[in-house]
């Protein structure tokens, strides 16, 4: 009898988003799924709907039509708050600095064991993983740079131990070595098995980090494959990226 294995339930799934923002129909029936341990890269121009497909996702935003799915629990319409309970680590664009917190506020108010009670990730491990943060410490994060306050975004989102983290444009705006240093960080937090969507200008970075990458072009996705197939796909890239 020939074996059949069931493939793992995705981490988060959508099929057939659209959004809108008021009468402006933003997307056009996305289907989206990132799987446990996956490193997802989610291009295109700006304005194509990449943030708006996070978005509905986490319940910013809800989709006129179409269902989420968050380890097979169907979650539409559930504020984002939920959503980001069920184990996903939001970094968003802009870093959702609370300027008048201290970093070790920041990121002790953040702290919680994960879905499944894992606790790997506490304030020592993130001070470890970001010394800067370290010598910071009693600093607002509203006096912080903006490299610093990345990190403190970045590291928020590990203190709740999540099986997902997702990276809205982390690195805009960064010196290139402060670029440098988050662009390790992503791919260490990627080598530890936490499943990791990535949105960021840098697409040569990105081809290299991911598994697989998603292009979307005027709220549809156009290619969904893997990144090392996509490297060879200049038309692709040229067509829809501009690289
Ligand atoms: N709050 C909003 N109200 C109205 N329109 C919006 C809003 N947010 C985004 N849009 C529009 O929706 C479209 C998709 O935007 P979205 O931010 O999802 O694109 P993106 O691919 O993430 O690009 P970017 O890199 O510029 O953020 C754009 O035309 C944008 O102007």
Redesign the pocket.
């Known amino acids: 009898m020939a074996s059949h294995v069931e493939p793992a339930t995705p981490l988060v799934e959508a099929r057939g988003l659209h959004t809108y923002?008021?009468n402006?129909h933003?997307l056009h029936g996305v289907d989206f799924h990132i799987a446990p341990g996956e490193t997802l890269a989610l291009l295109?121009?700006?304005?194509?709907?990449?943030?708006?497909?996070i978005?509905s996702i986490l319940g910013f935003?809800t989709p006129r039509r179409g269902d989420i799915y968050i380890r097979g629990e169907r979650v539409n319409g559930q504020p984002p708050y939920r959503n980001i309970r069920r184990g996903i680590g939001y970094v968003p664009?802009g870093r959702g600095m609370f300027p008048n917190l201290t970093v070790r506020e920041s990121l002790v108010m953040a702290a919680r064991p994960g879905v499944d009670g894992r606790c790997d990730w506490d304030l020592d491990r993130v001070l470890a993983t970001f010394p800067r943060l370290t010598e910071r410490y009693s600093h607002l994060t509203g006096n912080l740079s903006g490299g610093e306050q990345q990190m403190v975004a970045i590291g928020r989102a590990l203190m709740t131990n999540p099986e997902l983290m997702i990276l809205?444009?982390a690195t805009e705006g960064l010196a290139p070595l402060i670029r440098k240093e988050i662009w390790q960080v992503i791919r260490a937090v990627k080598d530890t098995g936490i499943a990791t969507l990535v949105?960021d200008?840098n697409v040569n970075v990105l081809l290299d980090l991911t598994d697989r990458s998603m292009i979307?072009v005027k709220?549809q996705v156009v290619y969904d494959g893997l990144s090392t197939e996509l490297k060879d796909r200049q038309d692709l890239l040229q067509e829809h990226i501009g690289l």
């Open positions: 923002y008021g402006s933003v295109g121009r700006n304005g194509m709907g990449k943030s708006t497909t978005r935003v664009e809205d444009e949105v200008k979307m709220g």
